[in-house]
């Protein structure tokens, strides 16, 4: 696995701006009905990836103002609950993702809510660049961590390795501490 110091890989040096997916209205990348973007490129390449054609950066399409209005759109649906964002690696498409989810809290405040995936851990975002934390702040639930195949686990939801967490973005944020994201029975994910 690739562990990057703190602000070594940033958006506007790696991001090409292309997406190797939308998927709208998909039950397996987070709670409820969603709506999924995954964006191309991640250098974390970790042995066993599921995704591994959207580790290279020119892989799909480029990611248009059309399709951000489309997928703004379907999140209209009123059986839609949020937005997920894979990839590749959201927190390097940051020139893509922010802007996308500012409109949406803008539109949506927070009726919708905005799920992310990322290799990085949580204590390294914390160290990481502007870009990236604006991201998590727009966000409300994050599955952190490289996915380790060591520790792979597929009985685990919404991960793939006993190391992931699902944490809980604002109240983590407010409480300056992981708060692990719960079911709607109040228990946490396992």
Do not use: H
């Not at 399709?67 to 209209?76: F, M, P, T, V």
């Not at 599955?143 to 006993?162: A, E, H, P, Y």
Request: glycine fraction near 6%.
């Amino acid at each position: 696995m690739k562990n990057p110091k703190p602000k070594e890989w940033l958006a506007k040096d790696l991001s090409l701006e292309k997406i190797a997916d939308y998927k709208p209205y998909n039950f397996v990348d987070g709670e409820g009905v969603r709506c999924s973007l995954y964006v191309s490129g991640c250098p974390f390449a970790c042995v066993g990836c599921y995704n591994r054609v959207a580790q290279n950066f020119n892989y799909g399409t480029p990611y248009t103002q059309e399709l951000e209005e489309r997928i703004i759109e379907d999140l209209a649906a009123s059986y839609c609950q949020g937005l997920t964002l894979l990839g590749g690696e959201p927190m390097l498409n940051t020139n893509i993702v922010v802007p996308l989810c500012r409109a949406i809290r803008e539109k949506y405040q927070q009726t919708k809510d905005i799920w992310s995936w990322t290799g990085y851990t949580w204590e390294e975002l914390l160290l990481e660049s502007e870009d990236k934390l604006e991201l998590l702040s727009l966000i409300d639930v994050l599955v952190d961590g490289r996915f380790d195949i060591n520790k792979k686990d597929l009985t685990r939801q919404f991960r793939g390795s006993t190391n992931q967490r699902i944490i809980d973005v604002q109240q983590s944020l407010a409480q300056d501490k992981v708060v692990l994201w719960t079911q709607s029975n109040g228990q946490p994910y396992y």
